[in-house]
T-cell receptor, first 116, second 109 residues
Framework: KAGVTQTPRYLIKTRGQQVTLSCSPISGHRSVSWYQQTPGQGLQFLFEYFSETQRNKGNFPGRFSGRQFSNSRSEMNVSTLELGDSALYLC???????????????FGPGTRLTVT | QQPVQSPQAVILREGEDAVINCSSSKALYSVHWYRQKHGEAPVFLMILLKGGEQKGHDKISASFNEKKQQSSLYLTASQLSYSGTYFCGTENTGNQFYFGTGTSLTVIP
């Protein structure tokens, strides 16, 4: 099976711009989660989608949004970029959950976003 | 609400044992463990559910003390391939999921 893929792998944007990141989960996985990883904050949960519905959301401002399509592919959007949004954005898919939390997440390689 | 891991970093010689702890201030329903090697994505190791048994994966095992809201990851007879950053992820009874602060483990020959 192909793993989780994320595009683009690297991105450089300017403050104030917006960006859309894409994630294709492993075939058959219906849960997709997004994380922001920075050296100082570690892995921070952004949101999780299951069957096109957002089930959980982390403590991020409304500038961060996402969606999931009927084929389970997911996109994440960040509007009005700030310097502090520079990070590695990881997407993870899961075949099952413990209820509302994904179980055994498979991570993609991430998108490295740099905001200048 | 982010669980706290200890130690923050540890250096071991091949064959030595290590314990990584994960502590939460909230009641937990499940604890998940992941390992991330430098420059790579995190990889799932195991999950422990409330009321479940201690889990094991080769020479890596974990326990979950529900009353203390803590989990421990045990690495025995460490190998060079064990090097990486270990993260615990905790699901609290409010269905919130947080990754821990991470523990950097380095195994040297």
């Amino acid at each position: 099976k192909a793993g989780v893929t994320q595009t683009p792998r690297y991105l450089i944007k300017t403050r104030g711009q917006q960006v859309t990141l894409s994630c294709s989960p492993i075939s058959g996985h219906r849960s997709v989660s997004w994380y922001q990883q920075t050296p100082g904050q570690g892995l921070q949960f952004l949101f999780e989608y299951f069957s096109e519905t957002q089930r959980n959301k982390g403590n991020f401002p409304g500038r961060f949004s996402g969606r999931q399509f009927s084929n389970s592919r997911s996109e994440m959007n960040v509007s009005t970029l700030e310097l502090g949004d520079s990070a590695l954005y990881l997407c993870a898919s899961s075949p099952t959950t413990t209820g509302t939390v994904p179980y055994e997440q498979y991570f993609g390689p991430g998108t490295r976003l740099t905001v200048t | 609400q982010q669980p706290v891991q200890s130690p923050q970093a540890v250096i071991l010689r091949e064959g030595e044992d290590a314990v990584i702890n994960c502590s939460s201030s909230k009641a937990l329903y499940s604890v998940h463990w992941y390992r991330q090697k430098h420059g790579e994505a995190p990889v799932f190791l195991m999950i422990l559910l409330k009321g479940g048994e201690q889990k094991g994966h080769d020479k890596i095992s974990a326990s979950f003390n529900e009353k203390k809201q803590q989990s421990s990851l045990y690495l025995t007879a460490s190998q060079l391939s064990y090097s990486g950053t270990y993260f615990c992820g905790t699901e609290n009874t409010g269905n919130q999921f947080y990754f821990g602060t991470g523990t950097s483990l380095t195994v040297i020959p």
